[in-house]
């Protein structure tokens, strides 16, 4: 094998494991098909590109999410390091410029000595090199029969949704108002209010209204519970949508001094509030469908739409009988899988495991053993589900509390939350040393 690497796929997970690699003096090839070859919701050329959320949810250590970015920035994490430069919001939630980060992203990866990128479509795995696949759920049909005749299993796919984003310019301001309802950023998230009525009326016209047809995947698709499509939802119960996304709990008024009936919460897409996503109002609609449902939002009656929600297919291989806890392929030990085609969930599990593929690569270029992050981190316990978990019924799984073990039983509310990640912080760190040797 030669002394260098190759990534297939520039999202997140493969920016952060090229990076991770170069970092440490190895060569990397970075493939990435985008412009040359787009996919159905990336828009630009550039790496690391956000296509649904711009969020990357909490950064508090008491969060998973925000005890997963810890532990990544311990391991010098390119990924929250330019999350971190591009925040535009003071929360507790890391909101970035969506262009300011992939910029950031794209430079640091163009102009670094030991990365080359090439911009076309990779359709077969090289057998004899050591390889991280990185493409994401939106891999290519070609590529993906590869990965299938490789690790000899059927995929798993689920359907993800992205939210529409609007032009702040075409809003009415006089019928929204700024607030977080937890009150730490009064400019965290702009609200449009709903009265009983108008609440009522928009639910009816969403469930009327014309969705774009599945039928090249599957007759009955079956979508992730964590994004599911707002008529989905809508679907289950007319107050579905005021219990989850249009929850108005905490979210006062400020000219009636009252908790709305529902609210739309619009997230701000940059620095200058020029663009807002509508949170959790992921969609199949048609687009003509969803200019004339999403203009009875209040202050929305006029929007015009920077972007379209749209669904989309998230394929993912059975981990759980394809790779090891170090992302290497069980059967083919020089070939790493990385990000959300690995089972993880979500933008930051999706690059601390190509921090970890990146890691490992590197180790056994060098002759080293690949190594798994502790099950005492939440990278550790995330990597030890895909490796672990059921394979017949194994489905996505973001960060989270749950996943961690051998928790002493006396230990109950915040001691057991407290007792978790303090023993994460000291094992990730304990790691981070190991890996200096």
Known sequence: MTKEVIVIGGGLAGSEAAYQIAKRGIKVKLYEMRPAKQTPVHKTGKLAELVCSNSLKSVDLYNASGLLKFEMETLDSLIIRAAKEAKINEGKALVVDRNIFSDIITRTIEEHPNVEIIREEVKEIPRDRIVIVATGPLTSDDLAKDIQRLTGEDYLAFYDAVSPIVDGETLNYDKLFWADRHGRDPYAYLNAPFTQEEYYRFVEELLNAEKYEIKEFEQNPKFFEGCLPIEEMARRGPDTLRF?????????????????????????????????????????????????????????????????????????????????????????????????????????????SGLIAGINASRLVRGKEPIAPPEETMMGALLHYIENADPEHFQPMPPQFGLFEDIPPHLKGRKRREYMIERAVRAIREFAEKLEL
């Open 244 to 352: 989850g996304p249009m929850n108005p709990r905490g979210l006062v008024d400020p000219r009636t001094g009252k908790e709305p009936f529902a609210v739309v919460q619009l997230r701000p897409e940059n620095r200058d509030r020029t663009a807002f996503s509508l949170v959790g109002f992921q969609t199949q609609l048609k687009w003509g469908e969803q200019k004339r449902v999403f203009r009875l939002i209040p202050g929305l009656e006029n929007a015009e739409f920077l972007r379209y929600g749209v669904i989309h297919r998230n394929t993912f291989i059975k981990s759980p009988k394809v790779l090891r806890a170090t992302l290497q392929m069980r059967e083919h030990p020089n070939i790493f899988f990385a990000g959300q085609i690995t089972g993880v969930e979500g933008y930051v599990a999706s690059s601390a």
